[in-house]
């Protein structure tokens, strides 16, 4: 079996889906690995260093051989190209609302596989590429936010004065905006969060913040048996947006983490409560990419909105590039391995494996996944492809992260 490591095609990707460790041993079990020069260069691994753990360093066109291609990012039109037929393929492949690449994967004839769309069991605990990451979005936004504060985090008592701790709003309690609280409380601001689940408050309270919510009846009750968020009345979302902007207008920092996935991401600040903010405070928008969680988030950029500004970074956990990398290549291995067969290490793909039917995208030149296959067969038609793609659960808002 070989296996293919690219470099990085996507602009602003800095990660590598491989990393000495887990070449080291996906090599252990009988894989030829082959990486191509440079792809873990912007992650501070050196193609020496993946020579010293047994792999062959190579150039682009290398992938026309392999049978398994490890990524980051779902493969652009040129790379599929390149791709034999049959090929196992694994990366992030972001696939909702994207019915065209989806088809392009299929007609390539490869086995596509997105990551993120894991199922979130014990048994899977070491492929989850959404916490891998999002546990490294929530540090680095902090860190971001730190470095563009025109002050300090922490209460200083001097013989000049007191400077008084900096004050953190964290919208969404799931993976991102737990580390973001844990790093902010270490760097000595004054925290407070926020969530959509009554089971966020004592989570949120374990890492030394405090929590903000209308906990009314309604509120105790706006969770399913499976962790899921219920849809909240018209009445609480008024009396929780009202709490919500007054609370708002007192922060110094205010950090975003909510994702729904296969929708936009909710709207959780509004114009009229970025305007309400003291002069110099910041907001850190973690779902800029998903259309942001705050009016007047631009991708990519900082943006200056009356008397705040709005930290809109992409690729947030590519930020952290050496660290992010290392958690995902073993997300990608663990989840490789369930493929190879315990006797011979070849390539045996269970099709029946809960873990293979929730994430295999295509197969045999069609979209195979059942969230995605009907809108790839009419890419035409985008009001039902939304459908498609929308329906299930719904998780809480952070809980994506």
């Known amino acids: 079996m070989k296996i293919f490591v690219p470099k990085e095609t996507a602009d602003g990707e800095t990660r590598v889906a491989a990393s000495p460790d887990t070449v080291k041993k996906l090599i252990g079990r009988g894989a030829a690995i082959v990486v191509e020069a440079g792809a873990g260069a912007r992650s501070r691994v050196t193609d020496e260093a993946f020579e010293a753990a047994g792999a062959t360093i190579g150039s682009a066109s290398d992938a026309g051989t392999a049978d398994v291609v490890l990524k980051v990012r779902r493969p652009a039109a040129d790379e599929l190209s390149a791709y034999k037929s049959g090929a196992v393929v694994i990366a992030i492949m972001d696939p909702y609302g994207e019915d065209a690449a989806l088809k392009a994967m299929a007609d390539a004839g490869i086995l596509a596989f997105a990551m993120e769309l894991m199922p979130r069991i014990t048994r899977a605990q070491v492929m989850d590429v959404l916490s891998s990451q999002a546990n490294l979005a ?32 964290v919208m969404g309690a799931g993976v991102a905006g737990l580390q973001a609280i844990a790093t902010a409380r270490r760097l000595g601001a004054v925290v407070t969060a ?20 209308v906990e009314d009846d309604e509120f105790k009750a706006a969770e399913t048996a499976g962790g899921y968020a219920k849809e909240m009345s018209k009445e609480y979302q008024a009396k929780q947006a009202e709490l919500v902007a007054s609370h708002i207008a007192k922060q110094d920092i205010v950090i975003t983490t909510a994702l729904i996935p296969g929708r936009p991401a909710p709207k959780l600040v509004s114009a009229e409560m970025v305007a309400a903010m003291r002069p110099g405070s910041l907001l850190v928008d973690l779902a800029v990419e998903r259309g942001g969680n705050v009016e007047g988030a631009v991708a990519g950029q900082i943006a200056e909105v009356g008397p705040a500004r709005i930290i809109g970074y992409a690729n947030v956990p590519g930020r952290v590039s050496a660290s992010a990398s290392l958690l995902y290549a073993k997300n990608l291995s663990a989840f490789l391995e369930t493929m190879l067969d315990k006797e011979s290490s070849a390539l045996k793909i269970d099709f029946d494996d809960e873990l293979v039917k929730a994430t295999l995208l295509t197969r045999d030149g069609k979209v195979v996944h059942p969230n995605f296959a009907k809108a790839a067969a009419a890419p035409g038609d985008n009001a039902a492809a939304a459908t498609e793609t929308a329906t299930g659960k719904t998780p809480a808002a952070g809980g994506g992260n």
């Open 138 to 169: 929530g540090y680095r936004a902090v860190i971001d936010a730190a470095h563009e504060f025109d002050r300090a985090f922490p209460m200083m008592m001097t013989a000049a004065g007191t400077v008084p701790a900096a004050r953190i709003f």
């Open 194 to 213: 926020t969530d959509v689940r009554p089971a966020a408050k004592e989570q949120v309270e374990s890492l030394g913040a405090k929590f903000i919510a």
